[in-house]
């Protein structure tokens, strides 16, 4: 059982930055990942996707330009720089794990992914 742990939220004033790390139990069944996140009230949503095989990168509008994700095999960790943030990205940050290299296309949707963290709260203030 893959197992998938993160860390690195915390609370932030508007225009800090934050990196999240998930440190996955295994590679071999983690070779695309991402970040989704969900407000209180709302659905889930994308925030970024990173695939193991050739290192490329997905992120949804909203993030795109403020926030990279990248990955270290050696550590079987994936990282999500969040740079400018506003109070619209508080939520708690998800990690998730495919089996397959997810096309990107549909790498945006939850049901694409495997396995899931259990989250961790970012709260970014005014």
């Known amino acids: 059982q893959v197992r998938l742990v993160e860390s690195g939220g915390g609370l932030v004033q508007a225009g800090d930055s934050l990196r999240l790390s998930c440190a996955a139990s295994?590679?071999?069944?983690?070779?695309?990942m991402g970040w989704f996140r969900q407000a209180p009230g709302k659905e889930r949503e994308f925030v970024a996707a990173?695939?193991?095989?050739?290192?490329?990168?997905h992120y949804a509008e909203p993030v795109k330009d403020r926030f990279t994700i990248s990955r270290d095999l050696a550590k079987n960790t994936v990282y999500l720089q969040m740079d400018s943030l506003t109070p619209d990205d508080t939520a708690v940050y998800y990690c998730?794990?495919?089996?397959?290299?997810?096309?990107?296309?549909?790498?945006?949707?939850?049901?694409?992914?495997?396995?899931w963290g259990r989250g961790t709260q970012v709260t970014v203030s005014s």
């Open positions: 998730a794990a495919s089996v397959l290299n997810v096309p990107i296309t549909l790498n945006q949707y939850s049901n694409q992914y495997d396995y």
């Open positions: 990173i695939s193991w095989i050739d290192a490329g990168k």
């Open positions: 295994e590679w071999a069944a983690t070779r695309a």
